[in-house]
């Protein structure tokens, strides 16, 4: 149980364009999903919390316009990148915690692997 | 004292030893430990996790010593096999919110 899944595993895009990542809590509903981001030999940054019907909560430092956040079920979360830049480049993980705080549990999706050309 | 730090930085094992990798924390709010294993291009793995009311916890070959005055907690993995290969990170929450990830840990078990 608590599988967590990513859509696409990998995308490269041009400079420019936008780019969402499907994240999906596949056996159970999650009260909260969470965006992280990890470059190359490095820990986990969380980017946004977010909440099922709710805006999410950003980090300091994260642009909220630029990462677009839309949790609109207990099962899905997606992540927009928007006009991605190269340095926009990287590993993008989502996590879900069970709904009705029974745990403190995050289960971590697959990751996505985005490339911006 | 949100920081969690972690070590060392990487870890070589001959198989059959034992791994230990250390945390440690400030936030005295935390109550939720887990640990997490990484293989490259993967996302992170739930390994095990412990909470503040008890000082160990074992699940098959991973245990975790948990000390609460000293605000450090430790993973210990048993008879290390070579597919532990895999980079470990330790992390803390405060009531199921937000991880704070430690530094990770890279390990190699050479058989």
């Known amino acids: 149980g608590a599988v967590v899944s990513q859509h696409p595993s990998r995308v490269i895009c041009k400079s420019g364009t936008s780019v969402k990542i499907e994240c999906r809590s596949l056996?159970?509903?999650?009260?909260?999903m969470f965006w992280y981001r990890q470059f190359p030999k490095q820990s986990l940054m969380l980017m946004a919390t977010s909440n099922e019907g709710s805006k999410a909560t950003y980090e300091q430092g994260v642009e909220k316009d630029k990462f677009l956040i839309n949790h609109a079920s207990l099962t899905l979360s997606t992540l927009t990148v928007t006009s991605a830049h190269p340095e926009d480049s990287s590993f993008y993980i989502c996590?879900?915690?069970?709904?009705?705080?029974?745990?403190?549990?995050?289960?971590f999706g697959p990751g996505t692997r985005l490339t911006v050309t | 004292q949100q920081q969690v730090k972690q070590s060392p930085q990487s870890l070589i094992v001959q198989k059959g030893g034992i791994s230990i990798i250390n945390c440690a924390y400030e936030n005295t709010a935390f109550d939720y430990f887990p640990w997490y294993q990484q293989f490259p291009g993967k996302g992170p793995a739930l390994l095990i996790a412990?909470?503040?009311?008890?000082s160990e916890k074992k699940e098959g070959r991973f245990t975790i010593s948990f000390n609460k005055s000293a605000k450090q907690f430790s993973l210990h993995i048993m008879d290390s096999q070579p597919g532990d290969s895999a980079t470990y990170f330790c992390a803390a929450s405060n009531s199921g919110n937000k991880l704070v990830f430690g530094a990770g840990t890279i390990l190699r078990v050479k058989s």
């Open positions: 996590s879900a915690s069970l709904a009705g705080g029974r745990s403190y549990e995050q289960y």
């Open positions: 412990i909470r503040p009311d008890v």
């Open positions: 056996d159970f509903q999650a009260t909260t």
